[in-house]
């Protein structure tokens, strides 16, 4: 009786397994596409949303994704996971994946890269899952989405000088990018510069809004001693937005 009750235990496990796995041909998976967008926060945040349709023969538990978003030197900015308990049979679920990514700390690791050149992100996606509550399943994919830069092409243009007084002039520098990101963009550049003997001989800033995908031009007025001044130094630029702080990026002049 044992052997035929182990016989009759195995064939049903078998068979469990069998049906089991033959129902996940009747389980799609839908990835709409990848989005990147700022909340009421002001925090850039990564999307993707799922649709799964379970038409097979068992309820899916524990559903997990989890992305990891890396930049182009391979360093990891990002991850999360999402979890759903339970899709049962003949349901249809959309599970809203959000990454949450920290800009300023991209800017640092990526020496400014991110800051003043269209680039892409890679995302690394793992989908797990068990079928029946008991057999697990996981797939991965890649995928990139593509990063527009808030200042690119961003250009200084040369110091120009204008008398002020017998000790003071008045310095000004041009300044031009376009607004490649996803975002509008507003803050303030910050101008410190220095001469030739690493002596701060004046500083200055701007304010500017910026609307998504299109130029900006102006300019950075400030008085610098004329004593002090010679022909080459370096600038010193700050950024600072609600999204995103930067600096200092150093640009040589003369």
Not at 4 to 24: E, G, M, N, P
Not at 39 to 52: A, D, R, W
Not at 184 to 198: A, C, E, H, R, V
Not at 223 to 245: I, K, M, N, Q, R
Request: aromatic share 14%.
């Amino acid at each position: 009786m044992i052997g035929i009750a182990t016989t009759f235990l195995w064939i049903f496990l078998i068979s469990f397994f069998i049906s089991a796995v033959y129902s996940v041909k009747d389980l799609h998976f839908n990835m709409s596409e990848p989005q990147m967008g700022v909340n009421q926060n002001n925090e850039v945040y990564f999307s993707l949303p799922i649709t799964i349709t379970n038409n097979g023969f068992y309820s899916i538990g524990s559903f997990m994704i989890s992305t990891k978003i890396l930049d182009e030197n391979g360093f990891q900015i990002a991850e999360n996971s999402t979890v759903v308990p339970v899709i049962r049979k003949g349901e249809n679920t959309t599970a809203f994946h959000t990454v949450m990514v920290n800009i300023s700390d991209l800017l640092q690791n990526s020496q400014v890269n991110y800051l003043v050149n269209d680039s892409e992100f890679l995302v690394k996606a793992a989908i797990g899952m068990s079928i029946a509550q008991i057999i697990p399943v996981q797939v991965a994919t890649n995928l990139t989405v593509p990063w527009g830069a808030p200042f690119y092409n961003l250009t200084f243009g040369t110091p120009q000088y204008s008398d002020f007084n017998t000790t003071h002039c008045i310095t000004t520098i041009p300044i031009s990018f376009e607004n490649h990101a996803f975002f509008d963009l507003n803050g303030t550049i910050q101008i410190k510069m220095y001469n030739d003997s690493d002596l701060l001989v004046g500083s200055g800033e701007t304010t500017f809004e910026v609307p998504q995908h299109s130029p900006y031009n102006g300019i950075v007025e400030f008085y610098v001693s004329t004593t002090d001044l010679t022909e080459t130094g370096y600038l010193e630029v700050y950024f600072l937005t609600p999204l995103l702080d930067y600096g200092p990026l150093v640009v040589s002049y003369g």
